[in-house]
């Protein structure tokens, strides 16, 4: 009851402030687009700032967020008050009535927009119910989260995956206001959901903007919501299509800022690009992509005039990223001297391999584009796909793997996992050839307006690729920032709509609604057939929801090795204490334990030597190797004793109950000195004698074998023989 408490204050004070400055007309009625779009920023950044203040204090509690909450309302009541008590009714009725009279028009729309209602429902159905379950989420998006309720401050923590400590937060801060009044986490889903309708209301009103037909953009925004990756993200804690919202929101602000004058949408066009580039590091890469688009538009709006609103952007911008982005990248730089992130981090995901490098990952981003999600298809192609892109980077003598972090293992995709999805069939049937033409029309007919206006999306998408193509190494999960890109320059879908009907509109039709009606209940991990089967096994909703985070992601069969670690936890009265090393990043279920009554601490591997377990019940190992991607020292200050053979395998000359060694970043180990070399990660060996030595007994193991050796671990449960 708290949370929407709490949440109802967000959302009025934000809707009376977004009503006060957005009631600029004679009636005080604002209109136009900008004005939900403020008040959906509003809402973010208020949640964001609000934390971010009670974090300086370390005093992130239930009755202090309510405080600011209602502050903030009676701020925005005051204001609102002042200025004629203006209040913005969107014209829904009015909207739905042009969008009928298209459907009628098109038959072929109509029946798409029944699938895109079906689908709608489906994911808001996942969402309301749906545990989190995606391994990303349970190790650093809600994981994070967790950490932060616990110590009540968004300061970074002790943890053994950096990803914790160094990716951006805004995101993460909405999860976390969410976990601080459930504890638990229920209906996190939409925050991406959200991300997602922002996009399809933007692209929808940049098209009206330059003033496409009702049934061009009814055809876009219904394509879009059909891609794979798309659909798949809406019930998911990855922000990509959530970033892409608020990019487009920055966009459209931008453009109507421009037709109206108004320097109230400037500012918050650069408000949502800022809280974007604090949510994902994306946003980042795509902002040389984005600022050209803008300025673009501002040339062909002001003429000698266009640097003007350019610069009050950028100045805006500056401002706004430092009250409400910069949080964690100042975090970054006082704990690793930078504020991107550590070392390690920044060697497995930073660039490298020259221009070589670049070319072959813009090569194999635009091959990323063909993704059979959810059909067979790539079985008959995938391999003349993968051989074409190969023949390309051999003519062009480029080594495969030149820039890789993360091979596909020459792989087209046609899973439904969410994190290996593409855009699907319509993707590279569609969005590709649509962005391609919208380039070479607005080269050839360049007193089009609306040609011109698809053109620049459409040179946005191939330019963010290249920024995107020399700024990280190339993963095979990059194909989430693909969908971000494609997300931002998705107006050029409407250069697709066909008007009348034919065999090619019916098979697009065809493989709009496959993915409405098929694919979006049968995503791995979330299909509807699977989640009711275990519903109806269940005593309890919340008997289910647990059972299907613990769950593997095919058939709810196989058990994730939290369950073990957690499940002990729980058999021992609430207050007892835990120190566990991990050697998973799925920490979250386990971490969560902390709001519930036990008392559950991380401890860092390499740290093993310097720590009182006195005040410890139990200390739990979760492998027999513990690896660590945060280190305690520089890189150069790294001193080891130990040998490297001639298989590269580091060992000791004698036994020790406790030993670590380095891996350097695709090096292998070594013993003589580190200039010029990156230490990716630690890898430490607790052996029984270390913890008996300590008053602890090895009270339980769990051997989890595997197919896959890297997924096979054995965890030990030592107890403190002197409490």
Same mark, same amino acid.
């Given at each position: 009851?708290?949370?929407?408490?709490?949440?109802?204050?967000?959302?009025?004070?934000?809707?009376?402030?977004?009503?006060?400055?957005?009631?600029?007309?004679?009636?005080?009625?604002?209109?136009?687009?900008?004005?939900?779009?403020?008040?959906?920023?509003?809402?973010?950044?208020?949640?964001?700032?609000?934390?971010?203040?009670?974090?300086?204090?370390?005093?992130?509690?239930?009755?202090? #967020?309510?405080? $600011? &909450?209602?502050?903030? /309302?009676?701020?925005?009541? =005051?204001?609102?008050? *002042? %200025?004629?008590?203006? !209040? @913005?009714?969107?014209?829904?009725?009015?909207?739905?009535?042009?969008?009928?009279?298209?459907?009628?028009?098109?038959?072929?729309?109509?029946?798409?927009?029944?699938?895109?209602?079906?689908?709608?429902?489906?994911?808001?159905?996942?969402?309301?119910?749906?545990?989190?379950?995606?391994?990303?989420?349970?190790?650093?998006?809600?994981?994070?989260?967790?950490?932060?309720?616990?110590?009540?401050?968004?300061?970074?923590?002790?943890?053994?995956?950096?990803?914790?400590? #160094?990716?951006? $937060? &805004?995101?993460?801060? /909405?999860?976390?206001?969410? =976990?601080?009044?459930? *504890? %638990?986490?229920?209906? !996190? @889903?939409?925050?991406?959901?959200?991300?997602?309708?922002?996009?399809?209301?933007?692209?929808?009103?940049?098209?009206?903007?330059?003033?496409?037909?009702?049934?061009?953009?009814?055809?876009?925004?219904?394509?879009?919501?059909?891609?794979?990756?798309?659909?798949?993200?809406?019930?998911?804690?990855?922000?990509?299509?959530?970033?892409?919202?608020?990019?487009?929101?920055?966009?459209?602000?931008?453009?109507?800022?421009?037709?109206?004058?108004?320097?109230?949408?400037?500012?918050?066009?650069?408000?949502?690009?800022? /809280?974007?580039?604090?949510?994902?590091?994306?946003?980042?890469?795509?902002?040389?992509?984005?600022?050209?688009?803008?300025?673009?538009?501002?040339?062909?709006?002001?003429?000698?005039?266009?640097?003007?609103?350019?610069?009050?952007?950028?100045?805006?911008?500056?401002?706004?990223?430092?009250?409400?982005?910069?949080?964690?990248?100042?975090?970054?730089?006082?704990?690793?001297?930078?504020?991107?992130?550590?070392?390690?981090?920044?060697?497995?995901?930073?660039?490298?391999?020259?221009?070589?490098?670049?070319?072959?990952?813009?090569?194999?981003?635009?091959?990323?584009?063909?993704?059979?999600?959810?059909?067979?298809?790539?079985?008959?192609?995938?391999?003349?796909?993968?051989?074409?892109?190969?023949?390309?980077?051999?003519?062009?003598?480029?080594?495969?793997?030149?820039?890789?972090?993360?091979?596909?293992?020459?792989?087209?995709?046609?899973?439904?996992?969410?994190?290996?999805?593409?855009?699907?069939?319509?993707?590279?049937?569609?969005?590709?050839?649509?962005?391609?033409?919208?380039?070479?029309?607005?080269?050839?007919?360049?007193?089009?307006?609306?040609?011109?206006?698809?053109?620049?999306?459409?040179?946005?998408?191939?330019?963010?690729?290249?920024?995107?193509?020399?700024?990280?190494?190339?993963?095979?999960?990059?194909?989430?920032?693909?969908?971000?890109?494609?997300?931002?320059?998705?107006?050029?879908?409407?250069?697709?709509?066909?008007?009348?009907?034919?065999?090619?509109?019916?098979?697009?039709?065809?493989?709009?609604?496959?993915?409405?009606?098929?694919?979006?209940?049968?995503?791995?991990?979330?299909?509807?057939?699977?989640?009711?089967?275990?519903?109806?096994?269940?005593?309890?909703?919340?008997?289910?929801?647990?059972?299907?985070?613990?769950?593997?992601?095919?058939?709810?069969?196989?058990?994730?090795?939290?369950?073990?670690?957690?499940?002990?936890?729980?058999?021992?009265?609430?207050?007892?204490?835990?120190?566990?090393?991990?050697?998973?990043?799925?920490?979250?279920?386990?971490?969560?334990?902390?709001?519930?009554?036990?008392?559950?601490?991380?401890?860092?591997?390499?740290?093993?030597?310097?720590?009182?377990?006195?005040?410890?019940?139990?200390?739990?190992?979760?492998?027999?190797?513990?690896?660590?991607?945060?280190?305690?020292?520089?890189?150069?200050?790294?001193?080891?004793?130990?040998?490297?053979?001639?298989?590269?395998?580091?060992?000791?000359?004698?036994?020790?109950?406790?030993?670590?060694?380095?891996?350097?970043?695709?090096?292998?180990?070594?013993?003589?000195?580190?200039?010029?070399?990156?230490?990716?990660?630690?890898?430490?060996?607790?052996?029984?004698?270390?913890?008996?030595?300590?008053?602890?007994?090895?009270?339980?193991?769990?051997?989890?074998?595997?197919?896959?050796?890297?997924?096979?671990?054995?965890?030990?449960?030592?107890?403190?023989?002197?409490?």
């Amino acid at each position: 009851m708290l949370f929407f408490i709490s949440f109802f204050m967000v959302l009025l004070s934000s809707y009376l402030f977004a009503s006060t400055v957005c009631a600029n007309n004679e009636e005080k009625n604002p209109k136009g687009p900008c004005t939900p779009l403020i008040w959906y920023i509003t809402m973010f950044a208020q949640v964001v700032v609000s934390f971010e203040f009670l974090s300086l204090f370390k005093a992130i509690k239930e009755p202090n #967020v309510l405080i $600011i &909450n209602v502050l903030f /309302l009676i701020a925005a009541i =005051l204001f609102w008050n *002042k %200025n004629k008590r203006p !209040l @913005y009714i969107p014209k829904i009725k009015e909207t739905l009535q042009k969008i009928t009279k298209a459907l009628k028009r098109d038959k072929f729309l109509a029946i798409m927009a029944a699938g895109f209602v079906f689908m709608i429902v489906c994911t808001i159905l996942l969402n309301l119910f749906l545990p989190v379950v995606g391994g990303d989420a349970l190790s650093y998006h809600l994981n994070r989260a967790s950490y932060w309720l616990h110590q009540g401050s968004l300061n970074h923590f002790t943890i053994c995956d950096d990803r914790n400590l #160094v990716m951006p $937060i &805004n995101s993460e801060i /909405l999860y976390l206001w969410n =976990l601080l009044f459930f *504890k %638990n986490d229920y209906g !996190l @889903y939409f925050v991406a959901f959200s991300g997602m309708i922002t996009s399809l209301f933007c692209v929808y009103n940049i098209l009206e903007y330059f003033n496409f037909s009702e049934r061009r953009k009814v055809w876009s925004v219904l394509i879009l919501s059909a891609f794979a990756s798309v659909m798949g993200q809406a019930t998911s804690l990855e922000t990509d299509v959530f970033i892409g919202g608020i990019i487009l929101a920055s966009i459209t602000m931008f453009l109507f800022s421009l037709k109206e004058k108004n320097i109230v949408f400037l500012f918050f066009s650069s408000l949502a690009y800022a /809280l974007a580039m604090g949510t994902k590091s994306p946003a980042i890469i795509a902002f040389p992509g984005v600022f050209l688009l803008m300025t673009y538009f501002a040339y062909r709006k002001c003429k000698k005039e266009a640097y003007k609103p350019l610069i009050t952007f950028l100045g805006f911008l500056a401002l706004n990223f430092i009250i409400f982005s910069s949080y964690n990248y100042v975090l970054n730089f006082i704990d690793f001297g930078d504020p991107l992130g550590s070392e390690s981090s920044k060697a497995i995901h930073g660039f490298r391999g020259g221009i070589k490098a670049f070319v072959a990952n813009y090569i194999r981003y635009i091959f990323m584009m063909f993704d059979f999600s959810g059909f067979r298809y790539s079985d008959y192609v995938g391999e003349h796909i993968t051989n074409a892109r190969q023949a390309i980077l051999t003519f062009l003598h480029i080594p495969a793997d030149l820039g890789v972090e993360m091979a596909d293992n020459n792989e087209v995709n046609n899973r439904l996992l969410n994190v290996k999805m593409g855009t699907g069939l319509l993707g590279f049937l569609l969005f590709l050839p649509s962005a391609v033409t919208a380039i070479i029309l607005g080269i050839i007919r360049k007193t089009n307006k609306k040609i011109n206006a698809l053109f620049a999306f459409g040179a946005m998408f191939f330019i963010n690729i290249a920024f995107l193509s020399c700024t990280i190494a190339y993963m095979v999960f990059s194909v989430r920032f693909l969908t971000f890109l494609v997300v931002l320059s998705s107006p050029v879908l409407a250069l697709s709509y066909l008007k009348k009907n034919s065999i090619i509109k019916l098979l697009i039709l065809f493989f709009a609604m496959s993915y409405f009606l098929v694919m979006s209940t049968n995503m791995t991990g979330r299909g509807f057939g699977s989640i009711a089967k275990v519903i109806l096994e269940e005593k309890t909703l919340n008997d289910a929801r647990e059972r299907i985070r613990d769950s593997m992601y095919v058939g709810f069969e196989g058990t994730r090795q939290f369950v073990y670690i957690r499940d002990f936890i729980k058999s021992t009265p609430k207050g007892t204490s835990f120190a566990i090393f991990p050697a998973i990043t799925e920490m979250y279920p386990i971490d969560i334990l902390n709001s519930h009554g036990w008392k559950v601490d991380t401890l860092l591997p390499e740290k093993a030597e310097q720590y009182d377990y006195s005040k410890y019940d139990y200390v739990v190992t979760m492998d027999k190797i513990l690896v660590s991607t945060v280190l305690l020292k520089k890189t150069k200050d790294m001193v080891v004793e130990y040998k490297v053979n001639e298989k590269g395998d580091a060992y000791y000359p004698s036994y020790r109950p406790f030993t670590c060694v380095y891996e350097l970043h695709g090096s292998g180990f070594y013993t003589n000195g580190t200039k010029g070399r990156t230490i990716m990660d630690s890898r430490c060996f607790i052996d029984i004698p270390f913890f008996e030595q300590r008053g602890f007994r090895a009270e339980k193991g769990f051997n989890l074998v595997a197919d896959n050796p890297r997924d096979s671990h054995f965890m030990t449960i030592y107890k403190n023989m002197k409490k």
